[in-house]
């Protein structure tokens, strides 16, 4: 059984690493890295973001995925969606074409499971290591190097990313093989979406009945009704405040990934869709950039 390392893990010794992707993830993921001691080269499809982190934490920034990853160690990447993620791993001027033989490619990227087995596959063509890596945590989580990571790949590229990725990590889990930290994130999001969506419907039905919902959390949040979601999103709920990082877009593209993938493998997945179309008519409302919790505006006024 795969244990959960956390952050009493032991440092790593400083380590040439390259970080694809300064996105509200990928900017603090890096500069935990540059703060950890590790030497860090930085990429962005927008050179002004690369930029700023070389400002803000120093190291250096390349023009292309493939200088960045050229003297590095480890490539480190986090961005949107399968194909973000062919675009800075493929073809002349993606990662592979500059990582030497023997280094490693660890994604955070939440994409397919199909992706990752593809992406695996091919690095292994090339003499390369590719493990899946998934995040949880949001832009909290990243900010503070609390991360949750989700590992698919060999034990023995697990335990090379391991001590570096900690730098952002709060528990870093290798799962399985390759794909399996996408499986496993597929699982999260699944979870957390009927965690909301349940959330929503407790508070709207409590401020339609007069409670003080805040009150009303502070007590059940003390019993079997607890959950991160309520600890965190409750009472910002009740105040109709909806910008705490991880969007409606993002979710939306992370459930069409977890029912893709049901329709793979015959899992059942009714309140998922569910709870996705009630997403998408946030969207309708503008709110693609809310966070996840914004579920509650179909339900109050």
């Known amino acids: 059984m795969p244990s959960i390392q956390d952050k009493q893990y032991d440092a790593s010794p400083a380590t040439r690493v390259a970080f694809l992707g300064l996105g509200v993830m990928g900017f603090p993921m890096a500069g935990h890295l540059a703060k950890a001691g590790h030497t ?10 690369a930029k700023a982190w ?3 934490f120093g190291g250096a920034s390349s023009a292309t995925p493939a200088e960045a990853a050229k003297n590095a160690d480890i490539v480190f990447c986090c961005v949107g969606n399968d194909d973000d993620l062919r675009s800075v791993v493929l073809g002349p001027q993606g990662a592979f074409a500059g990582m030497a033989k023997g280094s490693l490619f660890v994604d955070h990227t939440t994409a397919s499971a199909e992706v990752a087995r593809e992406l695996a596959g091919q690095a292994k063509g090339l003499g390369l290591s590719f493990i899946d890596a998934p995040v949880s945590g949001g832009q909290a989580g990243a900010v503070n190097g609390l991360l949750t990571v989700m590992v698919g790949g060999s034990q023995s590229d697990f335990d090379r990313a391991r001590p570096v990725a900690m730098a952002f990590s709060r528990a870093f889990t290798r799962i399985g093989e390759a794909g399996a930290g996408q499986l496993a994130k597929m699982v ?5 979406a009927g965690l909301v969506q349940g959330l929503s419907e407790g508070v709207a039905f409590g401020m339609k009945a007069g409670l003080d919902m805040k009150l009303v959390l502070e007590v059940i949040g003390k019993g079997a ?11 910002t709920m009740v105040d109709g405040k909806f910008d705490f990082g991880f969007a409606v ?3 939306r593209k ?16 009714p309140a998922t869709a569910l709870v996705d179309q009630f997403y998408a008519e946030v969207q309708t409302k503008g709110g ?14």
């Open 225 to 235: 009704a607890q959950s991160w979601q309520m600890d965190n999103r409750g009472t």
């Open 40 to 49: 860090v080269t930085v990429y962005n499809r927008s050179a002004e973001k």
């Open 254 to 269: 992370d459930l069409g990934l977890c029912m893709d993938e049901a329709r793979r493998n015959g899992a059942l997945l």
């Open 288 to 301: 693609r950039r809310w966070d996840t919790s914004s579920l509650i505006t179909r339900l109050v006024d």
């Open 188 to 192: 999260n999001q699944i979870c957390i």
């Open 54 to 56: 070389v400002a803000e």
């Open 249 to 251: 877009d993002w979710m």
